[in-house]
């Protein structure tokens, strides 16, 4: 038996990073138990069906596939086997109130064309600003994520420090869009990008333009069955490598003697000995409600917003609707303030529509649509009673959409469902029902950010989007191979 083979591991959660873990350290050799609270794999990435209709109840778009690709093949995998996938093209439409629309594409010919019928001009901007995010893109790919973090003088060599200069991470996103195309509607087509990490492009760092090449050019996926065939992927390679995994199952407390944690217990009661801990559970949630400490300063860290989620079963599909659209707002900053700053919903919110039917059929019945919405929202620290006004909230979000882009859809509604910051709370154990966890301000991240080790317990370890390096998909799958790279390395 290797030393590996005798050590047991508990994983809390089977969010994308617990699954990574999972699999990859079954896959060197530990005994792997993973617990999940919910009854399906993915965390904010599960997907559920219900009535034939199927749901990704969070991500809806996969980026940097070759991350992935990486994860499978380090357990001999084949991710582009397991997880077929389409590469979309367009890859979105903004829609704008004055009827207008901009079409956006990693054909860059494509998208460009677009922009000159738009706002004529504008075209001229776009390949000095795309150049750019694209060295964004490559410098933070290598120099901010793609190794372990090891301390803050790990972190501050010659080269890192350059890089922060000359990325853009002291200077702000918006301002500098503003700068490059002049028009604010070009500026938030090219910036609003920040709020996949739930950052306001007004606040977020430039360096967050490297958003832009991800999705123009490496592209934006859709997985046949959609984004819940990752984790249902992920459950498959763990468990075929040995892990056990035991959904529906609540871990309450985790026990500790001195500076190790040497057990955790279910909410059964069941005690489980084990001799280190994955917590993919939210740091700050698993710091303050697994690890007994309130006062971890990720608890005081700033978290990101929420949003509303709405899963609407339509009795029929819309055929001039892509798979990826968005309502932009006619003042983003407005919209912005009134989310980030006001903690209340925007009188015009900014609306992002996916309708997966327009790619794979089998997302729905014939002839019918998956529609689902998602409004950027304050978490629960704002002002927005979501228990008392759910309906009314989710009511005005399906009026918006059917006056601006779908005529008639309320009247096709089957059936509706909802999320809100409650749910992300509740269900998902995400802190103040922050969607995206914590932020990812220039103070929040790289050494700044939570590390993946606790600092006193030597066999607690973290992986997830609060964690290093950040939140997202690919990130968290990034994160999760370097937690277990430093396992690997300090436990044997
Ligand atoms: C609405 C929304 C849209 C998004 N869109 C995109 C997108 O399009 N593309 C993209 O790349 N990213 C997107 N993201 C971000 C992405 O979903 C997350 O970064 C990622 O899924 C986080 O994964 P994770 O493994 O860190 O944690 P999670 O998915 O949060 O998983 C943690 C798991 O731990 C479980 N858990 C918690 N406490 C316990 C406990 N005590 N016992 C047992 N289990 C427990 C939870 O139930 C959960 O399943 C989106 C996120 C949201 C919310």
Redesign the pocket.
């Known amino acids: 038996m290797s030393a590996a083979s005798s050590r047991h591991i508990v994983i ?7 699954l990574t873990a999972a699999a990859l350290l079954a896959h060197h050799g530990y005994r792997v138990s993973l ?4 009854s399906v794999p ?5 997907a559920m069906t219900w009535d034939g209709f199927t749901f990704d109840l ?6 940097m596939p070759d991350v992935y690709r990486e994860a499978f093949a380090r357990w001999g995998g084949d991710f582009d086997r397991e997880v077929p996938m389409l590469r979309l093209r367009p890859n979105y439409r903004l829609n704008y109130a004055d009827g207008k629309n901009l079409v956006i594409s990693s054909l860059l010919s494509e998208t460009m064309r677009s922009l000159e019928a738009f706002a004529p001009g504008s075209s001229d901007g776009f390949l000095r600003y795309f150049a750019d995010a694209a060295d964004a893109y490559q410098r933070s790919r290598r120099l901010f994520v793609g190794e372990r973090i090891r301390s803050f003088a790990h972190f501050l060599s010659p080269e890192r420090i350059a890089a922060l200069f000359s990325t853009g991470a002291f200077r702000h996103l918006g301002a500098q869009a503003l700068r490059s195309f002049g028009d604010p509607r070009v500026a938030g087509a090219f910036s609003f990008q920040s709020m ?1 990490l739930g950052m306001s492009p007004f606040d977020a760092p430039l360096l967050y333009r490297l958003l832009l090449f991800t999705e123009l050019g490496e592209g934006i996926f859709f997985p046949l069955g959609g ?1 819940g065939a990752l984790p249902r992927a992920l459950d498959r390679a763990a468990r075929s490598n040995g892990a056990q995994i035991h959904y529906d ?4 407390e985790v026990e500790r003697s001195g500076e190790r944690v040497v057990a955790v217990r279910t909410g059964g009661g069941e005690r489980i000995e084990c001799d280190a801990i994955v917590l ?3 740091l700050p ?2 710091y303050d ?2 690890l007994g400490d309130p006062e971890h300063r990720s608890l005081r860290m700033r978290h990101t917003p929420s ?1 509303l ?1 709405v899963y609407a079963a339509l009795e029929e599909r819309y055929d001039d609707l892509l798979h990826h659209e968005f309502l932009m707002p006619s003042d983003l900053r407005r919209t912005c303030t009134d989310i980030f700053e006001r903690g209340r919903i925007p009188e015009d919110p900014a609306i992002y529509l996916c309708a997966p039917g327009a790619s794979d059929p089998r997302m729905a019945p014939p002839g019918k649509e998956a529609l689902y919405l ?1 409004v950027p929202a304050p978490s629960l620290e704002g002002v927005v009673d979501w228990a008392g006004k759910r309906d009314a909230i989710v009511d005005r979000a399906l009026r918006i959409v059917e006056e601006r882009r779908l005529p008639g859809l309320r009247s096709r509604i089957r059936w509706v469902r909802s999320r809100t910051p409650l749910e ?1 709370q509740n ?4 802190n103040r029902g922050s ?3 914590l932020s990812h301000d220039v103070f929040q991240i790289g050494p700044m950010r939570p590390d993946n080790r606790h600092a006193k317990l030597k066999n607690c370890y973290f ?4 964690t290093r390096p950040a ?6 799958t990034l994160g ?1 191979m370097q937690s277990v790279e430093r396992i690997c390395e300090e436990l044997g």
């Open positions: 809390v959660g089977a969010g994308v990073a617990g617990f999940e609270k919910q993915g965390g904010r990435a599960a969070g991500p809806t778009l996969l980026f996949y984004i199952t609540e871990i309450a993919n559970a939210d949630y698993a409600r697994l949003a989620l998602l992300f269900e998902l154990s995400l969607a995206f966890g992986a997830g989007a609060s939140t997202g998909l690919p990130l968290v999760a």
